[in-house]
């Protein structure tokens, strides 16, 4: 009781803190951790958001609904298309990849518009938490940390590639197509029944840009919501792991008062973490409502053009880059989640060994059972109707797997 009243009375201190310099930038202080958050700073700053703040302030609110409008309008061309090509599963695949991806990324920024102050108040407390870790501690912090800057980077990399040649590669094969044929091809980037003639130069560079513009919705809007989860998980792990040695060490203290005192801490630390790994609950759940229910989708409709032989040699390259970044995509979720639940789970494991010790009184000992109880149920993350974790990522390709296989049956029969 003692631990929660402080707990609670910490937090609405917090509270008011934040609310009366909501625009303070929040890293006050150098944890000396490489890269401690830039990734996530450079992809919300070019997205339109300064996520370091307190009230995660729109800084380019014209540049983001900009990036919006382009990504609404350009889907209703695309199914539009689908819809003229029904007979063709080829061409419906081709358009409705980058729909779905189009899909999930407007979802996700809408979500992030919504609940930003409460995502920029959970980077706070964590960063609040992580800066009580002793030198020693760090070193699960920085070993984390460095863990999701080399995933996240990868992803980064995959994700702005794909783009890049999504954007290149129709504009190059066009201009070879009129080195060799003398005529301009008028490739587009994407497959879409657009509202102007596409055999124009003028009209052909507007719809580029638009696409331009989309596309890079699609990879500022995916990368930072995705890389922020990341970091989430990875820093929410790498304190469940400076409890799980606090509790080791708790009982190596001499003095009972210390001993006592670290053991509450300990326990009001455990609180903590369990509410922070359910605000991150709360924020994520809705986007991975989303996201996996479209994605064994958009995996299907890129292996089967991938596996058909009806496309051209030049799309290859994009359409593996594209099925990459997906499955990068799904593997930050699903492995992240089991992540938080295997080590929230492994500080029951901690207490059990620091329990069976002879030095603790009974009133310790019954507020260890309870907490133990507690760290016995993982913390997990939810997509509503199912857990986010590595069977999850399974099912994903597997039920992509099934729908592959489907569309084939579909295609040699209407051939």
């Known amino acids: 009781m003692l631990v929660h009243s402080h707990y609670k009375s910490h937090s609405i201190c917090s509270l008011c803190v934040r609310r009366s310099t909501g625009s303070q930038k929040m890293f006050h202080s150098d944890l000396v951790i490489n890269g401690y958050f830039q990734l996530q700073k450079h992809t919300f700053q070019r997205l339109g958001i300064d996520m370091t703040t307190r009230n995660a302030s729109i800084t380019h609110i014209y540049f983001l609904a900009l990036q919006i409008v382009a990504l609404v309008t350009i889907t209703m061309p695309m199914v539009i298309y689908s819809c003229q090509h029904l007979q063709e599963i ?3 695949t081709n358009a409705m990849a980058p729909f779905m991806q189009a899909t999930i990324t407007l979802w996700k920024i809408w979500r992030v518009i919504y609940r930003r102050k409460m995502m920029a108040e959970l980077v706070e407390d964590i960063y609040s938490v992580s800066t009580k870790a002793t030198k020693q501690e760090l070193t699960h912090l920085r ?3 460095n863990r999701e800057r080399i995933m996240n980077t990868f992803y980064y990399y995959s994700v702005f590639n794909t783009g ?3 954007l290149i590669a129709p504009v190059l094969v066009s201009f070879i197509q ?7 091809s008028y490739i587009v980037v994407l497959k879409a029944t657009y509202p102007i003639e596409l055999a124009r130069p003028l009209n052909y560079v507007l719809i580029w840009l638009w696409s331009a513009i989309a596309i890079y919705g699609v990879i500022y809007g995916s990368v930072s919501v995705d890389s922020l989860y990341s970091w989430y998980i990875h820093n929410l792990v790498g304190n469940f792991k400076i409890l799980q040695t606090k509790f080791v060490t708790a009982e190596l203290i001499a003095e009972v008062s210390e001993r006592r005192a670290s053991i509450y801490y ?7 973490l369990i509410t922070m790994s359910e605000q991150l609950n709360i924020i994520y759940q809705p986007i991975v409502l989303v996201q996996f229910s479209l994605n064994a989708l958009q995996i299907c409709f890129l292996a089967y053009q991938i596996g058909s032989g009806d496309v051209a040699v030049v799309d290859l ?8 970044s997906v499955g990068i995509q799904l593997m930050i ?14 500080v029951a494991k901690f207490i059990s060994q620091t329990i069976n010790s002879t030095i603790w009184p009974i009133d310790l000992r019954k507020v260890l059972l309870f907490s133990m109880a507690r760290a016995q149920r993982p913390c997990k993350l939810t997509g509503i109707f199912f857990d986010v974790d590595l069977r999850l990522f399974l099912w994903v390709w597997r039920t992509a797997g ?8 579909v295609d040699q029969q209407s051939s």
């Open 317 to 324: 390259p994009f359409l593996f880059l594209f099925m990459t």
């Open 333 to 346: 979720y699903c492995y992240g989640g089991q992540y938080l639940q295997n080590e929230s789970e492994n």
């Open 402 to 409: 099934s729908y592959v296989t489907l569309l084939r049956s």
């Open 178 to 184: 009129y080195l060799r044929l003398g005529e301009f």
């Open 143 to 145: 070993r984390e940390n």
């Open 90 to 92: 080829a061409e419906v």
């Open 266 to 272: 300990c326990l009001g630390y455990h609180q903590r």
């Open 164 to 166: 890049v040649l999504a």
